[in-house]
């Protein structure tokens, strides 16, 4: 019964974490936010010293972690927090609901994180392509490349399955799997310049929100130096001390305002998890 309890407030909290995020403009409350990690550091308690505090360290290297990667610019504040707090709710990998393969008492977390990547590799494309798709973006020199290069990843994806086969004995659901992650990672590379158009708007710094995440990686090198050069800190974060120096300056910038939120594919994760534990290892068994 207590192990249904903490489940559901798992759901509950990923549920919250992924509705804010979509229908609030990408904002997660705060105050909802430390909510959530005092209910899961509560909760782990509920395990035991022994795994508590097994528990706490890996939130605390998660937190760490995901610190770095925020203050990098590759993700928000809030979305460490909520990794941090899954790992308090659930911090091993419990037996999966459809499967019965021995998860080896590896961290919840990581097997979230790997079904989210799961998750992610085919809605991105297909949301950014399909939905989103920006019908008057003009061809480059670099999509082509792209293009190219997404080819080449999807021959060695097929090279990879035929090596599977016949060399290993893969069975098929296993090589399913391997070309359900293939396929999309390649069509992910042919079109990245066209993703990331999607995902992109250039606003003027005055329309900066803390938190933001510029994206460098699409500025022309000369531009990028500008900016550098004449404002100290900038970089892929807006923090609110570069917002304040950056205010006044007439020159656009792209920022990721439509970028897919990472709360959903967390849900995602979760379920898939629960459902049948940890994909690496399904493969591997």
């Not at 042919?190 to 990331?196: K, L, S």
């Not at 439509?258 to 940890?278: D, K, M, R, Y």
Request: net charge positive; proline share 4%; aromatic share 14%.
């Amino acid at each position: 019964m207590l192990e249904l309890v903490r489940i559901i407030v798992l759901l509950a909290i990923a549920t919250l974490y992924a509705v804010f995020d979509v229908f609030n403009k990408r904002e997660v409350p705060n105050a909802f936010v430390y909510a959530c990690l005092a209910v899961g550091i509560l909760v782990t308690f509920t395990y035991g010293l022994t795994i508590a505090e097994m528990s706490l360290l890996l939130a605390l290297a998660i937190g760490a972690g995901g610190y770095l990667v925020y203050r990098a610019g590759y993700w928000g504040a809030g979305d460490f927090f909520e990794l941090a707090t899954i790992s308090l709710l659930v911090p091993i990998q419990p037996a999966p609901l459809l499967n019965h393969f021995n998860q080896l008492g590896l961290p919840f977390i990581v097997s979230v994180f790997i079904a989210a990547g799961f998750a992610a590799v085919w809605i991105v494309p297909l949301y950014y392509l399909i939905v989103k798709k920006n019908k008057a973006m003009r061809k480059t020199k670099t999509m082509r490349i792209y293009k190219f290069l997404g080819i080449l990843l999807f021959v060695l994806y097929l090279l990879l399955l035929l090596f599977a086969y016949v060399l290993f004995g893969v069975t098929w659901d296993k090589l399913a799997i391997i070309a359900l992650i293939g396929i999309p990672s390649a069509i992910t590379l042919a079109y990245e310049e066209e993703i990331t158009s999607n995902m992109v708007e250039r606003i003027y710094p005055s329309r900066l929100e803390a938190g933001d995440i510029i994206a460098v990686n699409i500025m022309q090198r000369g531009e990028i130096n500008y900016f550098k050069s004449k404002y100290a800190g900038f970089g892929r974060l807006a923090t609110g001390e570069m917002i304040s120096k950056l205010k006044n300056v007439r020159k656009k910038l792209p920022v990721y305002k439509h970028a897919a939120p990472l709360t959903v594919f967390v849900l995602i994760g979760i379920v898939v998890s629960l459902l049948f534990g940890n994909i690496v290892l399904y493969l591997l068994y």
